[in-house]
T-cell receptor, first 113, second 114 residues
Framework: AQSVTQLGSHVSVSEGALVLLRCNYS??????LFWYVQYPNQGLQLLLK??????LVKGINGFEAEFKKSETSFHLTKPSAHMSDAAEYFC???????????FGKGTHLIIQP | GAGVSQSPSNKVTEKGKDVELRCDPI?????LYWYRQRLGQGLEFLIY????????KSGLPSDRFSAERTGESVSTLTIQRTQQEDSAVYLC????????????FGPGTRLTVL
């Protein structure tokens, strides 16, 4: 069984500032981890994924995440926020099977000008 | 190539009516998933298909909800006797083993029950 906890339902940062969205997971098997972004009135788009290769994963739009097994974390970062980054972000974990992903409750990222 | 498509994009119905939501997965994807997303909430897993069988129906909220899939193709989610609490966006995703079962999502169907 897997679970995901995203700390902070809302995160607000200034344009140009560092973005840090937190995700902690629990899994009874080596996990595969994903970050998805959802823009208003759209479906979910994959930002990046960890599949047991490099622990630092680079994704689209300048985002990256680091898998830290000792901390059971997979936090999402971006060095400099852009207004277009305002969206809902979901962390998800999988055991690698077809039975799907377990999603966190999401973090709404707000970018202040 | 074509992504996951869903229809209709929006559906407004009256309480007590039946609705049918459709999902066309990416060609070749063996697994298909349905989720529900209520306003301001996260994703609630409903059901998944491996081929045309559904090993896990545990997420279906009630016996008013049912789903079927034809082969490794189209899936339909049916909600009978809709209630106002069924109002939500229904998202479909598909995946294949080659991508660690990374899920590709459709744009969703926004269901409003009046």
């Amino acid at each position: 069984a897997q679970s995901v906890t995203q700390l902070g339902s809302h995160v607000s940062v200034s344009e140009g500032a560092l973005v840090l969205l937190r995700c902690n997971y629990s899994s009874s098997v080596p996990p595969y981890l994903f970050w998805y972004v959802q823009y208003p009135n759209q479906g979910l788009q994959l930002l990046l994924k960890y599949t047991s290769a490099a622990t630092l994963v680079k994704g689209i739009n300048g985002f990256e995440a680091e898998f830290k097994k000792s901390e059971t974390s997979f936090h999402l970062t971006k060095p400099s926020a852009h207004m277009s980054d305002a969206a809902e972000y979901f962390c998800a974990v999988s055991g690698g099977g077809a039975d799907g992903l377990t999603f966190g409750k999401g973090t709404h990222l707000i970018i202040q000008p | 190539g074509a992504g996951v498509s869903q229809s209709p994009s929006n559906k407004v119905t009256e309480k007590g009516k039946d609705v049918e939501l459709r999902c066309d997965p990416i060609s070749g994807h063996t697994a298909l998933y349905w989720y529900r997303q209520r306003l301001g909430q996260g994703l609630e897993f409903l059901i998944y298909f491996q081929g045309n069988s559904a090993p896990d129906k545990s997420g279906l909220p009630s016996d008013r909800f049912s789903a079927e899939r034809t082969g490794e193709s189209v899936s339909t989610l049916t909600i009978q006797r809709t209630q106002q609490e069924d109002s939500a966006v229904y998202l479909c995703a598909s995946s294949s083993p080659g991508g660690f079962y990374e899920q590709f999502f459709g744009p969703g169907t926004r269901l409003t029950v009046l």
